[in-house]
């Protein structure tokens, strides 16, 4: 069974999410706080990492950089999920090393494509 990483400080959309995928087949590893990641990735070893961009303390842009920096996290593949749906925010989202991007809102059929492309 895969494992996903998800970070959102939204409790109903980290639920949401995590029904989708658990209901897809997947293991679901919650995280609220975008500054835990790296240590639950460090611990976890999750097959795809889905993460918001807007959060406190840390943007999952931001996120995704440290990730794709880190020697054992980088070639995690990352999904952004995000209501910005701009085609900058895409680009920018892709730039920072992301392997794709979904907007919110999403059906569970969006999802479970997205993190099955993502770690293809």
Not at 45 to 57: E, F, H, Q, S, Y
């Amino acid at each position: 069974m895969s494992t996903v990483l998800v970070v959102e400080d939204n409790p109903s959309q980290m639920e949401l999410i995590s029904t989708y995928l658990r209901e897809g087949g997947y293991s679901v590893i919650q995280v609220l706080d975008a500054k835990e990641v790296l240590d639950k990735a460090l611990s976890k070893k999750p097959d795809v990492i889905l993460t918001d961009v807007v959060m406190p303390g840390m943007s999952g842009f931001e996120l995704c950089r440290q990730l794709k920096n880190h020697p054992v996290t980088a070639n995690i593949p990352i999904v952004i999920c995000s209501s910005k749906n701009q085609e900058i925010d895409r680009l920018w989202g892709m730039r920072q090393g992301a392997k794709a991007y979904l907007v919110k809102p999403f059906s569970q059929e969006d999802l479970l494509r997205t993190v099955k492309f993502a770690m293809a």
